[in-house]
């Protein structure tokens, strides 16, 4: 065993991974729907249209909306995502779920247990996502070639340092790393995550 | 000189330090107002009334609230906090500052010099307040004593680790220390950075 050559090449990998900028992708309050929810919120006969492509490959933001509902407010107008998800999934900061009367948890994408329910309305009917709102976690989300680039894999755990030369620097703890196919280069924060560091979309930040 | 003597008495500082519990004070978005304002948008025969005592000795959150308007939303109902102050200032997040179509500077309290323009409405009468909304530095508050037995004054720098045990710990840098025999020992931040780090009012954060 080398310990002097394992902490080097250590200290040089984080050396190198610090020097990569990584791009910001703020998630704003959205709405991912089923199939099922899709089609009584919209009808069976129509398909949701795209209204831009998001950086993630094959992902787009619609030019459909929804308005939701809790037990203290109402906000309208909320971009849907597709393609369409097994389950329904909103996604909310925490200040939006203040504003609606929710305290949803923070979760993964996908990780619906325990997450709080919620009334859609769209132009055909409403539903009740029953365990439909959570508050997304931050994570980096990477390519297999730049995980591989920077030693890094799924399940990972990195710390990031935002708002570099802004009011409002700050590190973030505890970043999950996720590397797929699907994946491209980018931090995901939510819309509080971002204004607490003073960042806006495509701002760079770095692992530290 | 003895170096080794610095550093051995700089860490056990620094670990000292790091064991205090900080009390976090959230500044939700609120109003100070000159006495001219307030006579204008209240009357001069009325005087503030106290809804509640603030931690920061002499200072109260008053019953009265106000309108507050930009280009593009207006917010009801925002509170006042007396007393008087020499000029009007409107603190609020930039997820407020954002809905009201402003784009206010980060700036400590009074540093109102290129602070965004607002527009206030009372019972008795509007104004606008031209160098009026700033988005408030978060900064550390001790009193003197408290500043003497953690070794930090007015004008230094430290970092505060939030949100440890939280699904959303996070570490801010470059937070201002204020020492004045009219604070207690607080940290303040606005809401936005409340949420990003998952902190509620009088949860315990730690100079790090």
């Known amino acids: 065993m080398d310990l002097a050559g394992d902490i080097a090449r250590d200290v040089l990998e984080r050396i190198r991974r610090s020097k990569v900028a990584v791009p910001v992708g703020i998630s704003s309050k959205h709405v991912h729907l089923s199939a099922q929810h899709w089609d009584l919120l919209f009808g069976r006969d129509v398909k949701p ?3 831009r492509q998001l950086r993630q490959p094959g992902y ?3 030019h ?3 308005d939701i509902e809790g ?4 906000i309208n107008g909320v971009r849907l995502i597709a393609p369409h998800r097994p389950a329904t999934q909103v996604e909310l900061s925490r200040s939006d779920a203040f504003a ?4 949803p948890p923070v979760a993964g994408s996908g990780k619906l247990g325990g997450a709080a329910p919620i009334k859609i309305y769209g132009p055909k009917g409403s539903v009740e996502a029953k365990e439909g709102v959570i508050i997304p976690m931050r ?8 995980g591989k680039a920077l030693g ?9 340092r935002a708002g ?17 196919p699907e994946f491209a280069l980018e931090f995901h924060v939510d819309s509080d995550e971002a204004n607490a560091a003073w960042l806006k979309n495509g701002d760079f930040v770095h692992i530290t």
């Not at 890094?152 to 990031?160: A, F, Q, S, Y």
Request: charged share 25%; glycine share 10%.
């Open 60 to 62: 787009f933001a619609c």
């Open 164 to 180: 570099l030369g802004g009011p409002r620097e700050l590190v973030f703890e505890q970043v999950l790393v996720r590397v797929s």
């Open 100 to 103: 609606l009367g929710l305290k």
């Open 64 to 66: 459909e909306t929804v």
């Open 49 to 51: 249209t795209s209204l």
């Open 71 to 74: 037990p203290k407010g109402r």
């Open 152 to 160: 890094l894999k799924t399940g990972d755990v990195v710390r990031m």
């Open 139 to 146: 994570h980096l989300h990477l390519s297999p070639d730049e």
